[in-house]
């Protein structure tokens, strides 16, 4: 039978897979966004699309699963003090009217799934992170410690409430992949920092297929890496691309370069977070892209 979801950030780049899959499969979705004009124009086949500050008209909507997304780009502009209450807010605040609507709802939603991050663990060296470590100190750690809270109040309703903590996401379109490949294709690509630090790293179609997993699997929940079985060093993640390319990777650029032109920004791709994917294998999902190699072999085939 056809479900329907709801979604918050449908236009954003992961949410843009999940829609085109949910059409695929037969389901339908209403979108949750800030800009409803806007939304109409970028996105196909949507039941509705509805203002996030209006959500209480969708307290009567028969939703089987809700999708949180929500939240603006950490790398789209410097981390100032209004730009990390914008990235909060924007996170933090959105869930809280989610759970608004669920405490409103006659029929809850079957399953609520919240994006996190890896960045809630913060700087962990060569650790390997599961899912029971503390948050780290910081602005990252506080953030997504706050979200994951926010989102967890979804339980008291009896909704089975799913957390997904996601590495970087490994799709041709990704902003942040353009943007490590660019100094590789110019012949000057190379660790950055020390190259030391890990990445943990998903591919867009295993995140997309643990977001439908967890929808569907009535065992799954609470929090959960969704980052590959293999994360690699920042060095080695741009060693595989440029091995694809025929490129070199061996101009590193020195950490204090990076914090001078990124300031705390900087944390995002100079911290290195080794997360455990163990949890999400043991409840049944089978990844797709295990190794980096072959994640960049699909990642850089596709046009």
Do not use: C
Not at 85 to 103: M, N, P, V
Not at 148 to 156: S, V
Not at 256 to 262: D, G, L, R, S, T
């Amino acid at each position: 039978m056809p479900k329907t979801f709801l979604i918050t950030g449908a236009t954003g780049f992961i949410g843009g897979y999940l829609v085109k899959k949910i059409l695929e499969r037969g389901d339908s979705y209403i979108a949750l966004t800030t800009n409803p004009v806007s939304a109409a124009k970028k996105l196909k086949g949507y039941n509705k699309i509805t203002d996030i500050d209006d959500y209480l008209q969708l307290k009567d909507e028969k939703i089987d699963t809700v999708i949180n997304l929500a939240g603006s780009n950490l790398g789209a502009k410097r981390w100032t003090d209004s730009a990390k209450k914008e990235f909060y807010d924007s996170r933090i605040k959105t869930t809280g009217k989610l759970i608004s609507l669920f405490e409103e709802m006659k029929v809850k939603p079957e399953v609520f799934i919240s994006a996190s991050g890896v960045d809630y663990y913060g700087n962990t060296g060569s650790r390997e992170m599961t899912e029971e470590a503390p948050p780290a100190q910081g602005y990252l750690g506080k953030m997504t410690n706050d979200w994951e809270k926010e989102a967890l109040k979804a339980e008291q309703y009896g909704i089975r409430t799913v957390v997904l903590r996601t590495g970087l996401v490994m799709a041709q379109d990704s902003e942040a992949i353009k943007k490590l490949l660019m100094p590789v294709k110019m012949f000057i690509g190379g660790p950055l920092g020390s190259g030391r630090q890990y990445v943990s790293w998903i591919h867009i179609d295993d995140l997309v297929g643990i977001y439908f997993f967890a929808s569907e699997n009535k065992n799954v929940k609470g929090i959960y890496n969704a980052a590959a079985p293999h994360p690699v060093t920042n060095a080695e993640f741009t060693k595989n691309a440029a091995r694809l390319l025929g490129r070199p990777a061996y101009m590193m650029t020195p950490a204090f370069m990076i914090k001078a032109v990124f300031g705390e920004m900087s944390a995002v791709v100079l911290d290195g977070r080794k997360a455990s994917a163990n949890k999400i294998i043991d409840a049944g999902y089978k990844f797709k892209y295990g190794q980096n190699t072959d994640a960049w072999k699909d990642v850089l085939s596709r046009k």
